[in-house]
């Protein structure tokens, strides 16, 4: 049971707070304008990176036994999310950062005892006075890949999230609970903040979330590398961790050879020669994502086989994209574009029919799911006690935003938290009841849940608006999590953890769209539903 609650914790908490902090951003001053070197506009809230952070720690906190590393690694955490805001706020100097990440990264090293003794090509183990320091070093130099690569919207948390799914993945085939709990709980911070940070983007991560994230990714690496299973390649990380290594080597080798300032930031990323080449700007991010999934794939393919391979494998593919980037930009070519548009596509944007799609679509949505919300309520038999003292929580909370809503600015992220946290309960112990309901209950489970991703689908891609649309960083974390959650399910629970993610990703797809469409901060009728849900569940347990 702890692996879907420490995912969803993570999930439904970042999706319900941030909200709250990009509102409060301006009086932060965590704010990131625009500038010649930057792709975006517009000012941009810089929050996101809190939010994925303090999810993850308290998922974590929550759901995962303390051992061993762990303080140390929440440690290091805290250190950097600290760091991370001040710079977000303040924009600290390159060596005040370096502080904070060597702090961190020491703390996990030195006080945790996780480091690199097992090495690529070299068959003895490396002493501490070796392994220890380059382990340091190799976990600051992630911390600033993953912060460098931070520059379209959704991109490093989307291949973030690859490297993160690898290492559950590979993780769960060793045994390595903690390791999976953990990438679960990074994971469920990281897909709460997507949905704001797909472009066009509304909030950004900024360094408290690169930096945690490329944090987590260096210190989950070298667990699973050296002590989860250390059959594995040594060179493994390279293809896990994939395209922000090569990326920031690149640039870094290319402002030494122009003897330029090694800090300074520049335009000659992956993903800004893309741009420059004509791509749009979800084109770019799709395309680093086809190829950070590809090396991720030769991870999970190529585990065992040994380093002269897998490094080989590595290089050859990033050479490729580097050698094509060359040629293409030395040929001066461009991306060209014709003016037809798809027939498909017109007719359903100049005909009668969107306007009538979209209207009985938000209508199934608007009675439905709090609809489900009482009927699932009703429908249960076993209710577990966290899952009974989880739903008095969830119906305290939506009271508390409901009566607040008229008066209170933080009434909407304590709505978002109680209507977020109600689907994710409701989904799972509905699940959990699948059994005692028979073939029929599963089939209008069924229907329901297929009728209302084709509304929320209809209503998100033909509404035209553009604060909640789909794109293509949708569709890789709904990928993401239903792969994670298949492979996790035979040892971590006891019920179909892909068809739970499934049904909570449609369902707070819909939440969201009631919420934004309601215009005030009580959301409609959707909170009223999930407070007599939850106090359904919690008096059905009770009695």
Known sequence: MTFPFILITALVISMATIPLMMRLAPRLGMVDLPNARKVHAHPIPRVGGIGIALRSIVAILLWTPMQGWMPAYLLGSSVLLLFGAWDDSREL?????????????????????????????IVESLPPAIGKPFT??????????????????????????????CLAYLGYLA?????????A????????????????????????????????????????????DSGLSMAIP???????????????????????????ATKNHVHHR???????????????????????????????????????????????????????????????RGDASNALRRFLERS?????????????IKFGIPAYFLVASLSLHE?????????AAVAGITLAGLMLSRSAAFASALIRMGVFSAAALLVYLVERNTETGGWAFTAVQVIFFSVLALAVGISIRLSGEEEFRTTPTDYLLVGVVIVSGMLAQSRYTDFDLGAVIVQLVVLLYGCELLINRAGSRSGGSLPVAAFLAAIGVTLRFAV
């Open 352 to 364: 009668e029919f969107r306007n009538t799609a979209v209207r009985w679509s938000m209508r199934f």
């Open 93 to 121: 100097g390159h060596y005040v950062k370096f502080i904070g990440q060597f702090v961190a990264a020491g703390a996990v090293v030195y006080w945790g005892g996780l480091w690199v003794s097992h090495f690529p090509f």
């Open 274 to 336: 893309l741009l420059e080449l004509g791509y749009r700007h979800y084109e770019a991010v799709v395309i680093i994502y086809a190829i950070q999934a590809l090396l991720v794939i030769f991870a999970i393919l190529f585990r065992y086989e040994s380093d002269t391979l897998v490094l080989g494998l590595y290089l050859a593919a990033c050479t490729l994209v580097f050698v094509a980037l060359a040629v293409a930009e030395r040929n001066g070519w461009k991306l060209q």
């Open 175 to 183: 045994g390595g609970v903690n390791l999976v709990l953990i990438s």
């Open 238 to 264: 390279a293809l896990i961790l994939g395209l922000p290594i090569v990326d920031i080597l690149a640039v870094l080798v290319q402002r030494v050879y122009q003897r330029m300032n090694w800090f300074r």
């Open 383 to 391: 209710i577990s006690a966290d899952c009974g003292w989880a739903a």
């Open 185 to 228: 709980a990074v994971i469920g911070g990281v897909f709460g903040f997507l949905r704001y940070n797909t472009h066009p983007a509304r909030v950004f991560m900024g360094d408290s979330g690169s930096q945690f994230l490329g944090y987590s990714l260096a210190v989950l690496t070298v667990l699973l590398t050296q002590q989860v």
């Open 136 to 165: 340091v070093i190799a976990i600051v130099g992630m911390v600033n890949a993953v912060n460098h690569s931070d520059g379209l919207d959704g991109l490093a948390g989307g291949e973030s999230l690859l490297s993160l799914g």
